[in-house]
């Protein structure tokens, strides 16, 4: 097992990781070879196109690394599940869409082994919760 040196977490719109802010200088202050990673990234997630895609990279002593993808943020899931462009700046009272059981459910199996929660109805929960602070309104 090599020593790791950090840790780095970012969010990556899939198939656009390139040597700009933020994938350079957070791999760059760690003397790591970015266009490898942009070139591995990019092909890992050429098929997720659209989604932005959480990463976390591990940094070893000897300047190599490892990276696991995450599932996309609930917020993201949720805009492109409604097509909005954004959540609501006021939630509790300007409301920009309605969610359904069913696409709660869809979301919350896609963002099952990414969630702390132990039943697809405690996901389910989460994910409501988020929708919530977007504005969106949920229905029964």
Do not use: W
Not at 108 to 118: F, M, T, V
């Amino acid at each position: 097992m090599k020593p790791v040196k950090a840790v780095i977490k970012l969010q990556i719109p899939a198939g656009k990781a390139n040597p700009a802010p933020p994938v350079g200088p957070a791999l760059g202050q760690h003397g790591l070879n970015i266009q490898d990673f942009c070139s591995k990234f990019n092909e890992k997630t050429k098929e997720m196109t659209g989604d932005v895609i959480p990463v976390e990279i591990t940094v070893y002593e000897d300047r190599t690394f490892d990276f696991t993808l995450k599932s996309p943020p609930a917020a993201e899931l949720i805009k492109k599940a409604l097509k909005l462009k954004k959540g609501s700046g006021v939630p509790q009272k300007d409301k920009v869409g309605k969610i359904s059981s069913k696409q709660l459910e869809e979301i919350a199996e896609r963002k099952k082994q990414d969630i702390n929660a132990h039943d697809l109805e405690a996901a389910k929960k989460i994910i409501a919760g988020t929708a919530r602070s977007m504005g969106v309104t949920i229905e029964k």
